[in-house]
């Protein structure tokens, strides 16, 4: 079992940055990599960022050159750095965890870009 814990969402204007931080706990020697998905109200979940376990990261294309997905120095970490921030970027951001025999969620934290 791994648990997730997200926290650093909120209210920021258009053109501001936010960093948002994931803490897995439990088996986290089983995890092989980590990332974030969002859902934005009336549309389906979508990916954001994932690293694996060796670093290896992927993007979505709305958010390629503005948003850098990181992991901690003890690996049970992972970050969302958020720049130039758009009102589309409004969402619930969940933290995700995947393992050999499946995916684990974090309970997910609002961000709104909004003037």
């Known amino acids: 079992q791994v648990q997730l814990v997200e926290s650093g969402g909120g209210l920021v204007q258009p053109g501001g940055s936010l960093r948002l931080s994931c803490a897995a706990s439990?088996?986290?020697?089983?995890?092989?990599?980590m990332g974030w998905h969002r859902q934005a109200p009336g549309k389906e979940r979508e990916l954001v960022a994932t690293?694996?376990?060796?670093?290896?990261?992927n993007y979505a294309d709305s958010v390629k050159g503005r948003f850098t997905i990181s992991r901690g120095n003890a690996k049970n970490w992972v970050y969302l750095q958020m720049n130039s921030l758009k009102p589309e970027d409004t969402a619930v951001y969940y933290c995700?965890?995947?393992?050999?025999?499946?995916?684990?969620w974090g309970q997910g934290t609002q961000v709104t870009v909004s003037s």
């Open positions: 439990g088996s986290i020697f089983s995890i092989n990599g």
């Open positions: 690293i694996t376990s060796g670093g290896i990261t």
């Open positions: 995700k965890a995947w393992v050999a025999g499946g995916d684990y």
